[in-house]
């Protein structure tokens, strides 16, 4: 999140998905929650018409699942 952060701030107006609800369950559970939420949320910025930034790869071994 750090190379976003930074991203982010050098564009006005920028969007961070920041206010992710705290879910319950079991991890496959929340992890399908978190999933979810993340999908309805870069779609509801693609409807309103924000440009989505692709910073690509972030050099990690194992990638995160969200992205």
């Known amino acids: 999140m750090k190379r976003v952060r930074i991203e982010a701030a050098k564009r006005p107006g920028s969007v961070i998905l ?17 999933m979810t939420y993340n999908r309805q949320w870069w779609l509801e910025q ?22």
């Open 18 to 34: 920041k206010d992710m609800p705290k879910y319950t369950g079991t991890e496959d559970q929340i992890t399908i929650h978190i």
């Open 46 to 67: 693609m409807r309103t018409g924000r440009p989505v930034l692709n910073m690509g790869v972030d050099g990690r071994a194992i990638p995160n699942i969200f992205f």
